[in-house]
């Protein structure tokens, strides 16, 4: 059984950048499959940022924004969200799997391990 737990949220002027980070225990063998989603008051969780074996991708609200990276080593991974605006306030999560299809990956359904979030609050 994996456990992730993410960490790095807080409060920023817009403008501002934040570094999110998801720390990966238990079973690490495979990492190759994460992701970063986000969820607004009101509304549906969404993916933000993909890591699908090395190759990333990104939602077009962050594109240029935000970067996602992983740190095997220390079974880490990170989330550089730069230029941030008042719509990224969210409660951020890291998910992951063993095998996700870029056609599932920007879904919940396609993750079967999850975070408990991290909070990230932009002022305007």
């Known amino acids: 059984q994996v456990q992730l737990v993410e960490s790095g949220g807080g409060s920023v002027q817009a403008g501002g950048s934040l570094t999110l980070s998801c720390s990966v225990s238990?079973?690490?063998?495979?990492?190759?499959?994460m992701a970063w989603f986000r969820q607004a008051p009101g509304k549906q969780r969404e993916g933000v940022a993909v890591i699908l074996k090395g190759r990333t991708y990104y939602a077009d609200s962050v594109k240029g924004r935000f970067t996602i990276s992983q740190d095997n080593a220390n079974n880490t991974l990170y989330l550089q969200m730069n230029s941030l605006k008042s719509e990224d306030t969210a409660m951020y999560y890291c998910?992951?799997?063993?095998?996700?299809?870029?056609?599932?990956?920007?879904?919940?359904?396609?993750?079967?391990?999850w975070g408990q979030g991290t909070q990230v609050t932009v002022a305007s």
């Open positions: 238990g079973d690490t063998y495979n990492r190759d499959y």
């Open positions: 998910a992951l799997d063993s095998w996700v299809p870029l056609s599932r990956a920007f879904e919940t359904y396609g993750y079967h391990s």
